[in-house]
């Protein structure tokens, strides 16, 4: 098993940052891809952005060029770096853990609890 910790988040103006963390413990051999995702009200989860072990990285098109994911393999722990928020970047975010890359929600097995995210316009 592995045991996600989401912290960060909050409440921050338009055009604001915000950082994200999230700690992996447990079984951590089935971290090799940690990835964001987040889900608005009334809407389905989707993909943020995702980084594999040896240092891929992806983001979807609506984050990239304002998000920056990043990963510290010693210490188990992804980040995410979010700048120029927007009002649609409200959302409870995710972290997620699988052996495998995908923007898919159904590939990955681990889930954090998720944190808030607020942006006021």
């Known amino acids: 098993q592995v045991h996600l910790a989401e912290s960060g988040g909050g409440l921050v103006q338009a055009g604001g940052s915000l950082s994200l963390s999230c700690a992996a413990s447990?079984?951590?051999?089935?971290?090799?891809?940690m990835a964001w995702f987040r889900q608005a009200p009334g809407e389905e989860r989707e993909f943020v952005a995702a980084t594999t072990w040896d240092g891929s990285i992806f983001y979807s098109q609506s984050v990239k060029g304002r998000f920056t994911i990043s990963r510290d393999n010693a210490k188990n722990s992804v980040y995410l770096q979010m700048n120029s928020l927007k009002s649609e970047d409200t959302a409870v975010y995710y972290c997620?853990?699988?052996?495998?890359?995908?923007?898919?929600?159904?590939?990955?097995?681990?889930w954090g609890q998720g944190t808030q995210v607020t942006v006021s316009s």
């Open positions: 447990g079984r951590t051999a089935s971290t090799a891809v």
């Open positions: 997620a853990a699988d052996t495998s890359i995908s923007r898919r929600v159904s590939a990955y097995a681990y």
